[in-house]
């Protein structure tokens, strides 16, 4: 049962551009979602998080948008630059245990 | 501040064989994550410890897989017997404890490339 799903597995955006992307999950428990990043060969990097008590959250060129009411959050990229290519993935849990991992979009920034 | 460790890198067994692999936590944290991640999924968890206390063990396969985290620190994963479906990469990760209503981000190790065949 996935519960946290990336619908886009890859997505291809000019450098200087906006890079969007999305996530939704089914569990209206979850309180706490996270993006991170992978290249390849390598973990998952924390790149950002939102708690439910909020709808957006901001850090440089990272945003994250969280709709509650449509269960689907999204984060933003402004601008993309050719290092943010990698694997992206979304994350949910309720109260901090069992995170629930989605199964990613391979972000492409072209120069 | 060092990461989190892991080992070995890369592993290659047949089936019906055990496995180890280790992990060694951010220092002073007290929460430690074991996921599989399968080729084109996301991570899926295995097992979350509170220093030497399992909190969340129930994707964990119990008749071939087992973990332990004896003083609250290093952690071992173990597979016996493997499948030819147990080929993945299995992360480790850890963060400060995490409480109600408040969470940590996680940090990932490199992860172990396990190949069954």
């Known amino acids: 049962d996935q519960q946290v799903k990336q619908n886009s597995p890859s997505l291809s955006v000019q450098e200087g551009r906006i890079s969007i992307l999305n996530c939704d999950y089914t569990?209206?428990?979850?309180?706490?979602f996270l993006w991170y990043k992978k290249y390849p060969a390598e973990g998952p990097t924390f790149l950002i998080s939102?708690?439910?008590?909020?709808d957006k959250n901001e850090d440089g060129r990272f945003t994250v948008f969280l709709n509650k009411s449509a269960k689907h959050l999204s984060l933003h990229i402004v601008p993309s630059q050719p290092g943010d290519s990698a694997v992206y993935f979304c994350a949910a849990s309720s109260s901090g245990n069992q995170f629930y991992f989605g199964t990613g979009t391979s972000l492409t920034v072209i120069p | 501040e060092a990461g989190v460790a892991q080992s070995p890198r890369y592993k290659i067994i047949e089936k019906r064989q055990s496995v180890a692999f280790w992990c060694n936590p951010i220092s002073g944290h007290a929460t430690l994550y074991w996921y599989q991640q399968i080729l084109g999924q996301g991570p899926k968890l295995l097992i979350q410890?509170?220093?030497?206390?399992?909190?969340?063990d129930s994707q964990l396969p119990k008749d071939r897989f087992s973990a332990e985290r004896l003083k609250g620190v290093d952690s071992t994963l173990k597979i016996q017997p493997a499948k030819l479906e147990d080929s993945a990469v299995y992360l480790c990760?850890?963060?400060?404890?995490?409480?109600?209503?408040?969470?940590?981000?996680?940090?990932f190790g490199p992860g172990t490339r396990l190949t069954v065949t």
């Open positions: 939102i708690s439910s008590i909020k």
């Open positions: 569990n209206s428990m979850f309180d706490y």
């Open positions: 990760a850890s963060s400060f404890a995490a409480s109600w209503g408040m969470t940590y981000e996680q940090y």
């Open positions: 410890f509170q220093n030497n206390g399992v909190v969340d």
